[in-house]
T-cell receptor, first 109, second 113 residues
Framework: TQLLEQSPQFLSIQEGENLTVYCNSS?????LQWYRQEPGEGPVLLVT?????EVKKLKRLTFQFGDARKDSSLHITAAQPGDTGLYLC?????????FGGGTRLMVKP | SQTIHQWPATLVQPVGSPLSLECTVE??????LYWYRQAAGRGLQLLFY??????ISSEVPQNLSASRPQDRQFILSSKKLLLSDSGFYLC????????????FGDGTRLSIL
């Protein structure tokens, strides 16, 4: 069974601070996705990383896929209240996704 | 563009009653379809997935079943709901290409009384 450990589970920060969310596994994934979810809605895809060592930037969000394709990180620079939500990482194995437990982020104005 | 619809958005059902949640996808053909359950503020647990009409794979033994009567329709059912069936149910689709991301509906909040 493939497991994805996501940390931290909860994060409460002030507007303007930086943060990093981690997603770790002992398994290798062919690709990894990051999603953001608002209460009462489905997860929305932020990014897919495929190549070991890959770094992708989406405005203030930076996503990194580990060299061995077992782990990933999401770094947010100068967080804003609009970044508040549940962040989920998910690793691809064939047609299946294994989800991390999620990181609930709250950014206070 | 592709869209995915789930309904109802909210459902309150008594213990022992039947269940039918529906999910449809538009704008794509022969998608892979998935049903997930999500505990409050946590990750997603895969319940069922389907790679084609009439093809259902179950990931977790439980009180629920799934069916795919048409290419872009996926139904989650139960004959008799349990209290433990309460939760947030999400439908998702992906293309048949390995490694592609999944795209989610807005979910159904199911409360069992």
């Amino acid at each position: 069974t493939q497991l994805l450990e996501q940390s931290p589970q909860f994060l409460s920060i002030q507007e303007g601070e930086n943060l990093t969310v981690y997603c770790n596994s002992s398994s290798v994934f062919s690709s990894l996705q990051w999603y953001r979810q608002e209460p009462g809605e489905g997860p929305v895809l932020l990014v897919t990383v495929v190549t070991g060592g890959e770094v992708k930037k989406l405005k203030r969000l930076t996503f990194q896929f580990g060299d061995a394709r077992k782990d990933s990180s999401l770094h947010i620079t100068a967080a804003q209240p609009g970044d508040t939500g549940l962040y989920l990482c998910a690793g691809n194995a064939g047609n299946m996704l294994t989800f991390g437990g999620g990181t609930r982020l709250m950014v206070k104005p | 563009s592709q869209t995915i619809h789930q309904w109802p958005a909210t459902l309150v059902q008594p213990v022992g009653s039947p269940l039918s949640l529906e999910c449809t996808v538009e704008g794509t053909s022969n998608p892979n379809l998935y049903w997930y359950r999500q505990a409050a503020g946590r990750g997603l647990q895969l319940l069922f997935y389907s790679v084609g009409i009439g093809q259902i794979s179950s990931e977790v033994p439980q009180n629920l079943s799934a069916s795919r009567p048409q290419d872009r329709q996926f139904i989650l059912s139960s004959k008799k709901l349990l209290l433990s069936d309460s939760g947030f149910y999400l439908c998702a689709w992906s293309t048949g290409t390995v490694g592609q991301p999944q795209h989610f509906g807005d979910g159904t909040r199911l409360s069992i009384l």
